[in-house]
Nanobody, 115 residues
Framework: QVQLVESGGGLVQPGGSLRLSCAASRSISSINAMGWYRQAPGKQRELVAIISSGDNTNYADSVKGRFTISRDNAKNTVYLQMNTLKPEDTAVYYC?????????WGQGTQVTVSS
């Protein structure tokens, strides 16, 4: 199994930026896909962004143009750069790693966007 640890969440004002990090306990260079999900209170967990081993990316329509997912294989880390944050971005953000055999989740990091 792979341990994932998210960091970088916090409180920001609307229009602000945050960068989330997800550190994996093993190499991620051969991992098929890693992604960021979020879950707001009372809502289902939703996909925010995903990046493949070939660095292909996909984004939810609600964040496209504002968020950028990237990976640093040398650091075993995936990032989510969040710009122009909106109150509706408030949620717990989770890192996900997916292989053919299993899926791993981090513990989540809280992002709150409020003035």
């Amino acid at each position: 199994q792979v341990q994932l640890v998210e960091s970088g969440g916090g409180l920001v004002q609307p229009g602000g930026s945050l960068r989330l990090s997800c550190a994996a306990s093993r190499s991620i260079s051969s991992i098929n896909a890693m992604g960021w999900y979020r879950q707001a209170p009372g809502k289902q967990r939703e996909l925010v962004a995903i990046i493949s081993s070939g660095d292909n990316t996909n984004y939810a329509d609600s964040v496209k143009g504002r968020f950028t997912i990237s990976r640093d294989n040398a650091k075993n880390t995936v990032y989510l750069q969040m710009n122009t944050l909106k109150p509706e971005d408030t949620a717990v953000y989770y890192c996900n790693l997916r292989t053919i055999q299993y899926s791993s989740w981090g513990q989540g990091t809280q992002v709150t966007v409020s003035s």
